[in-house]
């Protein structure tokens, strides 16, 4: 007998209050590696009405304005109406950025310390971290978060294009999918809430967006008469942004990944350096389940991964398919540790990830995005033949 499940993931915009925050963290990163490639960033971001804040810890020789970029990142993302409580032309600004602790650099430093129990860099914290992958869309992520990103990338084109002049920046999409015996069929419902201007009124708002968005965002295929529309469910979206709720970065953590498929360690990304290991071992961890699943080996596959802080290797590695493995996990495995290495600076090495590439990453999904392959490293399949050839050597 077949099974039947319905599954949902969500995204939001670059104009949700906590995007904006993830989106100023990840400028300000930039701005750090843009000039100094050793940068130590911990960059938090918090909004509320007309005010930004700036925390963390931040360790560089760079030197920039920081206010200027918020400014920019602001301005970019769209909330340039003076009508709106929170615009790039009129807000308070706080910097609480402090440095990185000694304690912490010493066990993140490619050097001997006192007491530390290797010269090699190590990881910038404990933790785990997880990575996905699967054979349902041709990026090889879950099909549900997939669509909601495209989505919500294309209702930021018909908002920045003018087309639909009356979208404003902050926005959520939902998809959900019944799969049958774990394949994606159908979509059953599809939610869209997008802030928009006074002078349009619900009910055109949701046959715009219906034609202009949901039925050429989503295959026809996928939509029944049964496919249920929620367009502004609320009747009226005029307040919004930071206007309408704080923001904070790191709180879209499972917007950020796989929209609740795979698992989660619990680390943010946006305004994280490298050397932060819930960034790149997390996007480490995507590049190998997806060369698992890009070479034929699982239909799909699931890394985790755990560190030490200070210390280089993992102290764990884990592989699951879910009994989808052409061959035996154990033998997946192996090839893994074989054609990869999980210390903190071979990543960042194999990754090339010390570049300004990170304002990239932010918004529509950190993982799945085919659209900057020279900054998105860690979606290349360019070790699957290195995977298969060890698999059956």
Known sequence: MSRSLIFSSESVTEGHPDKVCDTISDVILDACLEQDLNSRVACETFVKDNVVGLAGEITTHADFDSRSLVEGAIREIGYTDPACKFNADSFFFMNLIGKQSPDIAQGVDAEAAENKETAEQGAGDQGIMFGYACNETPELMPAPISLSHKLGRELTTLRKSGQCQWLRPDSKTQVSMEYVDGKPTRVTAVVVSTMHSADIDTPEIREILKTDLVERVIPANLITEDTEFHINPTGLFVIGGPEGDAGLTGRKI?????????????????????SKVDRSAAYMCRWVAKNIVAAGLADRAEIQVAYAIGYPEPVSVNVNTFGTSQVSEEQIEKAVLEVFSFKPAEIVSALDMLRPIYKHTTNYGHFGREDNLTALTWEKTDKADALKSVVTS
């Open 254 to 274: 499972i917007v950020d990944t796989y929209g609740g498929m795979g698992r989660h360690g619990g680390g943010a990304f946006s305004g994280k350096d490298p």
